[in-house]
């Protein structure tokens, strides 16, 4: 029952991220009615208030002036589904489940904006550091000073990231990457914000030299850092503290 609840919860949180996600971006208001449509931005259809319902009996097309509905619209709820009932699975209990799918939901859908955009939006990422310090107590297997610990660490390494980046161009590592790597830290506390951080950067590294050396990417162009980060933040989430344990001896 509690797995039926979280994946529930994971759909209605991917579906309001998702109906919010045009909103992240600074160039659109914050207020207003919501929308399903980028494009013709007419009001929130009753049909397209239900997660994939209105998305999959329109076609994913938008009713009003059919223009393809974004593909977000699909990855967000689904991925949240996955996210909180791996979340359940993981904790062992539904509050950790929920608190911690809430949050892979979040990077999940920084991911999303730094593949569409090639940004973290800071409309998502500082009210995510901040409830995730307001919400520092709640985790049943960590603490308050650990997760406070574990941001100011993440802002130390990547203040040194940026720092070891400098040699492959300007933007190789930039503020929006650790900004995200200060919310994992916040997030998942220490010793877990060196695994993720391990992980995400491992992952970056081995994706740069393939793209690199299979020429599809120089060593001067853009790889969004995003995506990474946020593998490695599911990673140390969920298993963070028993990879580091199991390491540690």
Known sequence: MELVIAVLAGLLAGHVLDLAFARFYKEESLGGPLYRCRECRKPLRPLYAVPLLGYALSGGRCRDCGVPLPITAVILPIGGAMLFAASEIAFGNLAGGLL???????????????????????????????LAIALSWAWPDSSVQNVLLGGLVAAAIGVLLILLSLPFGRGAFGMGDVKMIVLIGFVVGLPSILVGIFVGTLAAACAAFVLIATRIRKRTDYIPHGPFLALGAVVALFWGAAIWHAYTG
């Open 100 to 130: 911690g799918g809430l949050f892979g939901t979040i990077f999940l859908t920084l991911t999303m904006t730094d593949i569409e955009r090639r940004l973290l939006p800071n409309r998502l990422v500082y009210p995510s550091i901040l």
